[in-house]
C-alpha cells in the first residue's frame, strides 16, 4: 500500500502516515496530497484536519470540498514541538503555519526578536536549519542531528496538544464500518433559521454532532458550505434518515459524503 502526505520527511504527517502505508512519499501541500489520490496515483492520502490549539487546517477542509474522495481513517497524534537549531543563537524561526501558531506564546516570551517565517511544513523548516546557522526549526524531536541540536523541547502553548489527520481513499474504498462520520453540505440558500434546519435532522434522531464548521463557497460574501462530523456511521438507518432530510435542504446545493471511520491513535 503506497500513501502520500505532506514533506518532506519527518513532518507529523509522515508519523502518521507511517501507520497506514509501507511506503509513504510526499508531497508539499496538502491540496497536492488529496488531488494526487484523487487522480488515482496513490492508495491513500493522509492530511492534516484540525489542530487542539489552533484548529482547522482550512486549506484541507476546502479542497476535501473540491474532490470526490472517501475518508477511511481518521488518526490522531499527540504534537510535542521542539526547537531546534544549530547553535543558540538565530534570528528566524522557520516551520509550518500551524507549528508557528501554537508555539506563539513561548516565541513571543523566549524570542521576541526573531522573525517567524511559515514554510511547507515543519520538516522543511528543518531542511532550512540545516543549511542555515540564522534559521531555527520547529518540528518533532527526533529531527534532530546531523547539525541540528534540541534547543527546547516541548514548547507548544499548551501541555495537551493533538492534530486529527484524515486519511483519504479513491471513492470505491468507502467502507460501511466506522463509528464516526463527516459530510459536506452547501446549502445554496439563506433564510433565517437555515443552520437549524441543518442540524435538528441530527438532534432529532439523537446524533451527536462533533464538528461543525463553516467555510466560505468562494460563490459570494456570506455563502457558506457546512463541515459536519457526527458520532454515528453513515450506514445507520438514523443517519440516513437524517441525510435524506438534508439531501431535501440542500436540493439547489450538494452534499458530500465523504464516509465513515474508526479513529486509531499514533504516537
Ligand atoms: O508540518 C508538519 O509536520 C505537518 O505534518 C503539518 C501539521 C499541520 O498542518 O497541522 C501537522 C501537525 C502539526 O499540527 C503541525 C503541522
Redesign the pocket.
Known amino acids: 500500500m503506497k500513501a502520500v502526505t505532506?514533506g518532506p520527511e519527518g513532518?507529523?504527517?509522515h508519523r502518521a502516515a507511517g501507520s497506514v502505508a509501507d511506503v509513504v512519499e510526499f508531497r508539499e501541500s496538502v491540496t497536492a496530497i488529496v488531488e494526487a489520490v484523487a487522480d488515482g496515483q496513490y492508495d491513500r492520502g493522509v492530511v492534516?484536519i484540525e489542530?487542539s490549539i489552533e484548529g482547522s487546517?482550512t486549506e484541507s477542509l476546502d479542497v476535501l470540498a473540491d474532490n470526490e474522495l472517501a475518508v477511511i481513517k481518521e488518526i490522531v497524534t499527540p504534537?510535542r514541538h521542539a526547537l531546534l537549531a544549530q547553535d543558540e543563537t538565530f534570528e528566524t524561526v522557520a516551520s509550518?503555519s500551524?507549528?508557528l501558531a501554537?508555539c506563539r506564546e513561548y516565541l513571543s516570551e523566549q524570542y521576541p526578536d526573531v522573525g517567524l517565517e511559515a514554510v511547507a511544513?515543519?520538516?522543511r523548516g528543518v531542511e532550512i536549519a540545516r543549511e542555515d546557522a540564522t534559521v531555527a526549526g520547529i518540528?518533532h524531536p527526533d529531527n534532530s542531528g546531523n547539525g541540528l541540536q534540541v534547543l527546547a523541547e516541548d514548547i507548544q502553548d499548551r501541555t495537551s496538544n493533538a492534530?486529527r489527520f484524515f486519511v483519504v481513499a479513491p471513492v470505491e474504498d468507502r467502507t460501511q464500518a466506522g463509528g464516526k462520520s463527516t459530510f459536506i453540505v452547501y446549502p445554496n440558500d439563506d433564510y433565517p433559521g437555515l443552520l437549524l434546519d441543518l442540524l435538528e435532522p441530527f438532534a432529532d434522531r439523537d446524533i451527536n454532532l462533533t464538528r461543525v464548521e463553516s467555510r466560505p463557497s468562494g460563490e459570494r460574501l456570506g455563502d457558506y458550505v457546512f463541515h459536519i462530523d457526527i458520532a454515528a456511521g453513515l450506514y445507520e438507518d438514523r443517519t440516513e434518515q437524517a441525510l435524506a432530510d438534508i439531501d431535501e435542504l440542500a436540493a439547489d446545493g450538494w452534499i458530500r459524503r465523504l464516509g465513515s471511520y474508526d479513529t486509531s491513535h499514533v504516537v
Open positions: 505532506l513532518t507529523y504527517s492534516p489542530n487546517v504534537i509550518h500551524q507549528a501554537q511544513s515543519t520538516a518540528a492534530t
